[in-house]
């Protein structure tokens, strides 16, 4: 492990790190680079030719192609090798998450597969359920689902009804109940199934294979968009689950769902990544050879608009998930350290970063949303034609705001989740808002003489920070424990918090890039920083002033108006020609290579 500066989770938003210190793309090796190209190649081979037919749907393609993915090693890139796997870092495997992520209804397949299916018997498993069953879903031999959600339990994933009864003769757990929306339920060989034991008040979970008498499948659900996935309802009449499938202690399924959601949700962050890229390709390919009076689109300044939107939004979350990768990767390793064996050093190391985790889930697949959105303008009336890849990738861009914990779930957890950190000693949020908010005429940052490019923008970030800090802090004075009930001021604040997190991101990014390989001479990432940092203080003021009008006496308002003006104030900036220089590479390269 480097010596560098990590920080904990949600420490961002009170404490730095340097440029230095963070982990960005440009660092990944050979190995993992031929990984991606391996990905690709799979992709560009076996899944692309065959993605209308796997759409249509066709369940058991998609199965095939699953299986063929596992003949490539492709499964066990996140399993240690002791169990068939590659055992890669946490940043190799969002790498491989980010690549497959440009592989519609297959990714959310294949990642259902690996992640939700495969890791909550390879983190919470013994070493004999591990033998049984993980080696042989990291080889493809089997399938894998997670079954949390019921018809009445979804946000609400504690509130199941699945009951598990203990046998007589003490053998057996009788599982009765029904889940819904499960993933790949058409034709996975093993189910992690989540149900309460005799009365208990919260969850286990269970290992069932989906012969077991008694588990019934119904017919795949038609959806929207991911079409080639299965997803459909099981049912669980009295099936007999041998007592040495229950996973984990009883009692401990709930903390197994949650920890499997954290890391569900980071890597959602890197399949919408994956799925932006291709989305902003396939824009500028079209922009690039569609002609309207007499020249391409592609030369229009509309369009250049929203070609350099794509991208520097795109760059922009990468850089904070490739930064969150890696810190988790040294958390995995402080664990291992520790003592802990490697399925719970890394689910641990994964759930320390929850904070995090929300953010790329929430922020990231609302980027896509955008992208592809945006994709489908560019392409005018042929964007709504189902002949085209981005009519595809809008119709299943959707369910990422859905599913792995909905956006509006994953932003209250943004803020809860730091504040409790903060609150258990991680860091002092609230020493330092307080002392912000004592001092409101002195809360603003001003520009040192003789300030660097990446110093003001340092310091621009930092005064956002400042007045989230003063934001939470007057939220709660003002409605004490009951601040999260008031669901539109945690919003406000998840926003806030959301956009200086990969801001800060972006900018240390392009900072370490300028360390490494000296200046950025045509000012391309510059350009990209200026862009995103200029809109975040717009994108910040907004929430923050209305988070402050719900709360503040109207004696306080103008004091706290001027507070915010301040503390977004950013230096101006030719938003026209920065966005028009993004635009340009992207159309010069005809496919995104940033
Ligand atoms: C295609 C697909 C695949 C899926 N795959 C799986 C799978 O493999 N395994 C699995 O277990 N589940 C799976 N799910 C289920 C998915 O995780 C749930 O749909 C999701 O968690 C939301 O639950 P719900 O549908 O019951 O919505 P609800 O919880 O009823 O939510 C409805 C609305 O209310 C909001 N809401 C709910 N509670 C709150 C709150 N406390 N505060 C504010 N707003 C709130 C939600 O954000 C949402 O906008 C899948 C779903 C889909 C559609």
């Keep these: 492990m480097e010596n560098r500066k990590v920080l904990k989770s949600g420490e961002f938003l009170v404490n730095e790190i ?7 793309p440009e660092q990944f090796d050979e190995e993992q680079k031929m990984i991606a190209q391996t990905i690709r190649d799979f992709l560009e081979t076996e899944l692309y030719p065959n993605i209308d037919q796997i759409d249509s749907p066709d369940i058991n393609l998609m199965k095939a192609t699953l299986k063929k993915a596992g003949e490539l090693g492709l499964m066990g890139i996140s399993i240690p090798e002791e169990y068939g796997g590659f055992g890669q870092s946490f940043v190799t495997q969002m790498l491989a998450a980010e690549i497959i992520g440009a592989g519609h209804s297959f990714s959310v397949a294949f990642m259902a597969h690996t992640g939700i299916g495969t890791l909550p018997i390879m983190y919470y498993g013994n070493e004999e359920q591990r033998q049984r069953y993980v080696t042989r879903l990291a080889a493809g031999d089997l399938i894998g689902a997670y079954c949390l959600t ?27 109940g029904q889940k819904m929306w499960i993933t790949n339920a058409g034709f996975a060989d093993t189910q992690v199934v989540f149900a309460k034991i005799d009365r208990d008040r919260v969850l286990s979970a269970f290992i069932v294979e989906k012969d077991f008498p008694g588990v019934v499948i119904n017919p795949d659900e038609h959806k929207m968009g991911i079409k080639g996935s299965s997803t459909a309802q099981i049912f669980y009449n009295d099936v007999k689950v041998p007592v040495e499938n229950l996973l984990g202690n009883r009692g401990e399924g709930f903390r197994i769902a949650l920890s499997i ?11 919408v990544l994956g799925a932006s890229k291709k989305a902003i390709t396939d824009s500028v390919k079209y922009a690039n050879e569609r002609k309207q009076f007499n020249v391409l689109i592609s030369t229009f300044g509309s369009i250049k608009h929203k070609l350099a939107e794509q991208v520097i939004k795109t760059y922009a979350l990468e850089s904070a998930i490739y930064r969150l990768s890696k810190d988790i990767d040294d958390q995995i390793e402080l664990n291992k350290a520790s003592g802990l064996d490697k ?50 990738g809008y119709r299943d861009s959707r369910i990422n705001r859905i599913f792995e914990g909905t956006n509006e779930i994953n932003r209250l957890l943004v803020v809860d989740t730091a504040m409790k950190r903060a609150m258990k000693g991680d860091f002092d949020l609230f020493g330092k808002a ?42 709660s004075a003002h409605f004490d424990k009951k601040l999260l009930q008031e669901q539109e001021v945690l919003n406000n604040l998840a926003d806030m918090i959301m956009e200086v997190y990969i801001a800060e991101s972006l900018v240390l990014r392009v900072q370490k890039m300028e360390n490494m390989n000296g200046s950025d001479p045509a000012g391309l990432y510059r350009a990209m920083v200026d862009v995103f940092v200029y809109d ?7 929430p923050a002033t209305d988070a402050i ?28 020609d920065a966005r028009r220089k993004v635009a340009d590479k992207l159309i010069e390269d005809n496919c995104y290579k940033f």
Excluded: W
């Design 18 to 24: 340097q440029a230095n210190d963070m982990f960005i």
């Design 150 to 176: 019921e018809p009445g339990a979804g946000s609400d994933a504690n509130s199941g009804k699945t009951s598990a009864i203990l046998s007589e003769d003490g053998k057996h757990y009788i599982l009765n």
């Design 261 to 271: 959601l954290h890391m569900g949700r980071i890597k959602l962050g890197a399949n």
């Design 343 to 392: 399925g719970k050093a890394s689910v641990e190391g994964i759930s320390h970063y929850a904070v995090e985790a929300a953010i790329l889930k929430a922020y990231g697949s609302e980027i896509l949303d955008y992208v592809i959105d945006e994709a489908v303008q560019i392409h005018g009336g042929m964007g709504y034609s189902a002949e085209m890849a981005v009519e595809r």
């Design 434 to 475: 307080t002392e912000l908010a004592e001092n409101l005429a002195t809360c603003y940052i001003p520009a040192v003489e003789d300030e660097s490019y990446f110093e003001e923008k340092l310091r621009v970030i930092k005064n956002f920070k400042n007045l989230i800090l003063i934001v939470i802090q007057g939220a």
């Design 536 to 542: 975040a203080a717009d994108k910040i003021r907004k």
């Design 549 to 576: 009008y719900s709360f503040a006496t109207s004696d306080l308002q103008l004091n706290y108006k001027n507070v915010i003006e301040t503390l977004t104030g950013t230096a101006g900036v030719n938003v026209k």
